[in-house]
T-cell receptor, first 116, second 112 residues
Framework: AQTVTQSQPEMSVQEAETVTLSCTYDTSENNYYLFWYKQPPSRQMILVIRQEAYKQQNATENRFSVNFQKAAKSFSLKISDSQLGDTAMYFCAFSRSGGSNYKLTFGKGTLLTVNP | NAGVTQTPKFQVLKTGQSMTLQCAQDMNHNSMYWYRQDPGMGLRLIYYSASEGTTDKGEVPNGYNVSRLNKREFSLRLESAAPSQTSVYFC???????????FGPGTRLTVL
């Protein structure tokens, strides 16, 4: 079974600075997908960025980028130029690429607060 | 295009009461999922439906039943609610795995 670990329950950052959220996972699969979801106070789950394990290039979406280290089973999220609207709970998630389930296995989340 | 919708948004039940949480998606997705979110636990899968006509148990299925009514709709039923089922419930859908899952706004359920 896959497990996802987020070792930082809470983090804070000053507006306009950069912050990195950590995620590690455990799997015996070779091909899989990794995701970061954002959950603001509104409760809505929003997909921030995704990474396919067979791609070596790290994914980037505007101010969000990942550092994907497949051998280390590490998938960290970097937020540049932090904004107040980035304040949210962030969840790392894993999905197999084979089979019919494709369920998401989530970490327990990191609560990020951006301070003015 | 509403995406994934859930009803109700909030619900309070007494122990032993039953209710059904409704979920619908208009993205023509094949797979649908029900998760529960508890403080400090992340999201845990209750049931899923890989395609119309099929349903399977997830990590925490006890106390729940589901129905995949058609391709659009996937409901979650609590037959006899218990305080341990107090949680926020999310429905999600997916078409292809590499795009991830799309979530509804959630239902906050309190069982007294």
């Amino acid at each position: 079974a896959q497990t996802v670990t987020q070792s930082q329950p809470e983090m804070s950052v000053q507006e306009a600075e950069t912050v990195t959220l950590s995620c590690t996972y455990d799997t015996s699969e070779n091909n899989y997908y990794l995701f970061w979801y954002k959950q603001p106070p509104s409760r809505q789950m929003i997909l921030v960025i995704r990474q396919e394990a067979y791609k070596q290039q790290n994914a980037t979406e505007n101010r969000f980028s990942v550092n994907f280290q497949k051998a280390a089973k590490s998938f960290s999220l970097k937020i540049s130029d932090s904004q107040l609207g980035d304040t949210a709970m962030y969840f790392c998630a894993f999905s197999r690429s084979g089979g019919s389930n494709y369920k998401l296995t989530f970490g327990k989340g990191t609560l990020l607060t951006v301070n003015p | 295009n509403a995406g994934v919708t859930q009803t109700p948004k909030f619900q309070v039940l007494k122990t032993g009461q039953s209710m059904t949480l409704q979920c619908a998606q208009d993205m023509n997705h094949n797979s649908m999922y029900w998760y529960r979110q508890d403080p400090g636990m992340g999201l845990r899968l209750i049931y899923y439906s890989a395609s119309e006509g099929t349903t399977d148990k997830g990590e925490v299925p006890n106390g729940y039943n589901v129905s995949r009514l058609n391709k659009r709709e996937f409901s979650l039923r609590l037959e006899s609610a218990a305080p341990s089922q107090t949680s926020v419930y999310f429905c999600a859908s997916r078409q292809v795995p590499y795009l991830g899952q799309f979530f509804g706004p959630g239902t906050r359920l309190t069982v007294l």
